[in-house]
């Protein structure tokens, strides 16, 4: 059946209504009903009279995932253990990267800034990323949120204040992103951390996401030593005979872990400006993990 000139015009811009979905909600999932629940909206306006249909999209996307953003935060609080984003592979990041620099592409998708949008109200975080990664004027985004203009900017200024202030939007060359998977590869498999001992920032942290469903650390373990002492005990006897296939994940060098053909991990990584460890993310919700596919970095 040949696709009305509705759906193809809708199908142009879903891309980048998935991109933006998924930067607010952190979950692919999420991302995917918000936007699907766009375009039934879409299906029944009265599109005759859009005159604008990408800020259409936009507007209606955008308040979708503010109402699933205010209904996720309240079962966050009831979350078991750590909560991570769910962990995305290049080409959804490559989704949104039309009206994107890949700087921006890439800083705006790590786990760690995904975490520290977890901070911001849902109307901050939205206002920040229309604003600052998708390049909306304040006027239009003000629209959008059905708030002031100076209120806007106010939100966006704000954001912004505590994104910079916590160094999160930088990208790791890829040679020292390299280098840090191969002395974590080593400390897992073989028990060997003095490699990647020399590449952990004295404030490193190390989070697992079970979600209930998958054995996980608890809490965070924080500090040089707890972190390679629970590599050295946990994941090397746990993990040192699974199967490793290095991916991109949500903009930089990540690693998959399979056993017996099943994902049992995706684990990515937050850096220093100076290209030290900062973080190690461990996904092991399944749910989280259903979408992944074990595609090698060429």
């Known amino acids: 059946m040949t696709a009305s000139p509705d759906d193809l015009l809708f199908a142009q ?12 909600l952190g979950s692919r999932a999420d991302a995917e009903d918000a936007v699907q629940d766009t375009y039934l909206k879409w299906l029944d306006a009265q599109r005759g009279g859009i005159d604008n249909p990408a800020a259409w999209l936009t507007t209606a996307c955008t308040r979708r995932c503010i109402d699933l953003l205010r209904a996720a935060h309240r079962t966050r609080v009831d979350y078991v253990g750590s909560w991570l984003p769910e962990p995305i592979q290049a080409e959804l990041a490559d989704a ?17 800034f995904l975490l520290l949008l977890e901070r911001l109200t849902p109307k901050e975080r939205a206002a920040y990323l229309l604003h600052e990664i998708f390049d909306q004027p304040h006027a239009e985004v003000a629209k959008i949120l059905e708030i002031e203009e100076a209120a806007c900017r106010k939100l966006v200024q704000r954001a912004r204040g505590n994104i910079e202030l916590a160094r ?6 890829a040679e020292q992103q390299d280098r840090l998977l191969a002395a974590f590869e080593t400390a897992i498999v073989q028990g060997h951390t003095a490699p990647l001992a020399a590449l952990l920032s004295q404030q490193i942290a190390l989070r697992a996401d079970g979600g209930g469903k998958a054995t996980a650390a608890a809490q965070a373990i924080e500090g040089a030593q707890a972190v390679l002492d629970f590599i050295a005990s946990v994941l090397h006897p746990a993990c040192r005979e699974d199967r490793w296939t290095f991916v991109d994940l949500n903009g930089s060098r990540g690693v998959i872990l399979e056993r017996e053909g099943r994902i049992e ?9 100076d290209g030290a460890l900062r973080d190690i993310y461990i996904m092991r919700n399944p749910d989280k993990l259903a979408r992944l596919q074990a595609v090698r970095i060429q």
């Open 13 to 24: 811009h879903a891309p980048m209504l998935t991109g933006l979905a998924y930067r607010i």
């Open 168 to 173: 999160v939007r930088h990208v790791t060359p």
């Open 265 to 273: 991990a995706a684990i990515s990584f937050g850096y220093e400006e």
């Open 96 to 112: 949104g990267s039309e009206p994107e620099a890949q700087w921006s592409l890439a800083s705006s998708l790590s786990t760690a």
